[in-house]
């Protein structure tokens, strides 16, 4: 973090501690509150799948786009799934050109983990000829405009564009794979997991931070949970630590409140 | 990875390595091990071989990266090439930045980073012989490194993690554990604090299940606490 953020920190830090302490936040939100949620999927044509996403003023794009590889030795009978995120320059004044720095791979492995471990992509249905070719799923995470909680925004983002993604149809002769573009079936997609992400300030835990809270925040834990409202993946990050209380406290609001954005974001593709 | 194993847990709750559920594999700490650097640590957690150094507080450059109210602190985790079945490709890879991140942020919460302004601390772990667990037992011999600096510590972080396997939670998974089990819960925790330093989960847990394995390697970790501490005196008396 640039050394003007860490000024602006300490005087926001004043404002935004001082009005967590008597129960509020800088916008007003209740502590178990997202900001306002707006999925836009189909949003590029040249894509499989694509997804805006709009989490208060956070603004990211998600493409998903398919391209017929080689299953890995240890699944032949699999499709891939490739999660990449870019924190390009124009989302935040600290946002550097370059290849992905470890927040960027911090963020494109929990959101990796969330799809992966709730198997939300059938990736056997993405096998074309086992052990020779498959289906590889890119998902790429275009941060547009950083005001927080980029991991929440960025699953939902994946799993908009994921669900309503075309897979094209093959045919395969004498070992060659040949694309059919213009007929397509839809991606297996069979589990909807959601993440909730928990900023801990001071004693108190509150869900979805914006820009303003990370700044001010000890710590965060972003946990994953599938349809089933079973936990898939969790992590903890930044610097702070998660007494037992805080830790409990974020781990309760966190699953309960998955099922309530489940069903916002779910609403928004159907619309 | 070998072929599967029939079954993970025995009827009796026997694990293939003979381990009960709750039970930590052999564990080995030694501290000041390397010459050269300000502080260092050698741990064992059954095959697996990490060694820890730490250099500083000392100058950091480039000179804009400097703190002026507090200390950077770094943090490199290494798979040497040889340390897996197949050879590793040299060089920091996707994972192994993210376990460097977590580390760090792991290790931050026990350091008085304000007494060291300007400075950089730099924590390197190498792991010569990796068995599954090596973030953790990284983090647990990183931290010796970092009291055997003379760096001012509020706590040691000590870490573990806890697994589920054929539907059992377990402490302290090894290879086919990790590899074939339901998932993996590695936990760093300052134990004196009872706080989580650093937490991730992958894999499928009921939240009830997810508590349990958190509640697990917290228990771990205050065994390996005591062994941290161990080492610590069997290097600088008191023991």
Redesign the interface.
Known sequence: MSLDL?LLAKIKRHEVLSMIRTGERIDGRDFDEFRPIEVRTGVISKANGSALVRLGNTQLVVGVKLEVGTPFP?TPDQGALAVNAELVPLADPTFEPGP?D??A??L??VVD?GI???EAIDLEELCIVEGEHCWVVFVDIHVLDHDGNLFDASLMGSVAALATAEVPEVEVEDDEVEVIEDETRPLPFRDFPISVTVAKIEDHVLVDPCLEEEIVMD?R?TVTT?ER????????????????KA??EA??MA?KKSKEIRRTVKAQIES | MAEEPERLIAEDGTRLDGRKPDELRPLRIQAGVLKRADGSAYLELGSNKIIAAVYGPRELHPRHKQKPDRAVIRFRYNMAPFSVDERKRPGPDRRSIEISKLSKEALEPALFTEYYPRTAIDIFVEVLQADAGTRCAGITAASVALADAGIEMKDLVAAVAAGKVDGHIVLDPMYYEDGYGEADVPLAMMPKYDAITLLQMDGNMTEDEFKEAVRLAKKGCKIIYREQRRALKRKYGGE
């Not at chain 1, 898939?232 to 037992?244: H, L, R, S, Y």
């Open positions: 860490d240890d992905p470890e927040n791979i911090e494109s492995r983990r992966r471990e709730s710590a834990m599938n409202g079973d936990v898939c993946a969790v992590q903890k990050g930044d610097k702070g630590e998660f007494p037992p830790f409990e781990l309760e699953v």
